[in-house]
Nanobody, 114 residues
Framework: QVQLVESGGGLVQPGGSLRLSCAASGFTFSNYPMSWYRQAPGKEREIVAAINSFGGSTDYADSLKGRFTISRDNAKNTVYLQMNSLKPEDTALYYC???????WGQGTQVTVSS
């Protein structure tokens, strides 16, 4: 069955960086676009970034352009989210999603705090 497993979250100080990973299985990874979402406490889930199946096209939430980078390694069935210059408002549970199959991972917590 389809499985998405996120990792790489944690506690980081403002201005720091983290790289999230999402390992996929149960489907032909290279055939599908992928995306990252996040949900902060008390807020709705929002899309962070998306990437097409071969990685040649990416898109970002306007507020995150320039700080976050989505990428993928189809040989490793993994999609990444590089997050730089992190702010306290980036604190959230970050989810990986296959939008075509509407499959979600369990999420990885990112906390930005001094």
């Amino acid at each position: 069955q389809v499985q998405l497993v996120e990792s790489g979250g944690g506690l980081v100080q403002p201005g720091g960086s983290l790289r999230l990973s999402c390992a996929a299985s149960g489907f032909t990874f290279s055939n599908y676009p992928m995306s990252w979402y996040r949900q902060a406490p008390g807020k709705e889930r929002e899309i962070v970034a998306a990437i097409n199946s071969f990685g040649g096209s990416t898109d970002y939430a306007d507020s995150l352009k320039g700080r976050f980078t989505i990428s993928r390694d189809n040989a490793k069935n993994t999609v990444y989210l590089q997050m730089n210059s992190l702010k306290p408002e980036d604190t959230a549970l970050y989810y990986c999603r296959n939008p075509t199959l509407n499959s979600w991972g369990q999420g990885t917590q990112v906390t930005v705090s001094s």
